[in-house]
Each structure stands twice: as C-alpha cells, then as structure tokens.
C-alpha cells in the first residue's frame, strides 16, 4: 500500500521560504517520479512540480519556476520541495503523490498519481 506522509509546512510572510517533505513507502521509490501539486481554497488542484526517479530531470508549472525546487533523496524514500520567494497566491495545501507509471516522468503535470496523502498547508500572508 502506497503511504505518503507531508511536512513542512507553516505561516510565513511574503518573500519568505519553507521546505517541505514527503515520505513515502510501500513501493520501490527510485522507480517512479513524484509530483507536488497543491490545492487552494476554492480551487482546482493545481500540479506545481515533478521529479524523475533518479532525480537528474526536474520539471515545474510556470507560477512556480525560478522560486521552488523539488529534489529527492531515494536512500530516503523523501521527496523535498524548497519554496522560496514565497506569494500570497501560494497558498494552499500540498500534496505529494506518486507517479503511476514506472521509469516515466510527465514534463507537464499530466498522467495518473496516486491517491493524496494528508497533505500539508502553507499559508503566506503579510
């Protein structure tokens, strides 16, 4: 069973940063990509970025690229994603999921991931 645990987040002003992780279990992790997507109040899930399963190809949603950047550490089974420079419209709760399909990264958010973990919230307010 596919497990995904998310940390990290908090309350920050803008222009500020946080780092958040995800720890996954249940399957082989330096197999699959893994995504951060995020979901504002009142909004549709929104993918924000992706990772490849060996780390080496990153991918990103224009709203975010050039401020986050996701990484893993597969000895770890954690994906991180560092946000920087943070906005008022960053707000929302994150989530991270796994990608379905093995040894294959979507560069724009698009394909099947697994179900959501709890997620965790990031509020940037002044």
Same mark, same amino acid.
């Given at each position: 069973?596919?497990?995904? &645990? ?16 995800? &720890? *996954? ?14 979901? *504002? ?7 924000? *970025? ?5 780390? *080496?190809?990153?991918? +990103?949603?224009?709203? &975010? !690229? ?13 994906? +991180? ?5 943070? !906005? ?15 040894? +294959? ?22």
């Amino acid at each position: 069973e596919v497990q995904l &645990v998310e940390s990290g987040g908090g309350s920050v002003q803008p222009g500020g940063s946080l780092r958040l992780s995800c &720890v *996954a279990s249940g399957f082989i992790f330096s197999t699959y990509a893994m995504r951060w997507v995020r979901q *504002a109040p009142g909004k549709e899930l929104e993918w924000v *970025a992706s990772i490849s399963g060996g780390g *080496a190809n990153t991918y +990103y949603a224009a709203s &975010v !690229k050039g401020r986050f950047t996701i990484s893993r550490d597969n000895a770890k089974n954690t994906v +991180y994603l560092q946000l920087n420079s943070l !906005k008022i419209e960053d707000t929302a709760m994150y989530y991270c999921a796994k990608d379905l399909r093995p040894y +294959y990264t979507a560069t724009d958010g698009s394909g099947d991931y697994s179900p959501l973990g709890q997620g965790t919230q990031v509020t940037v307010s002044s």
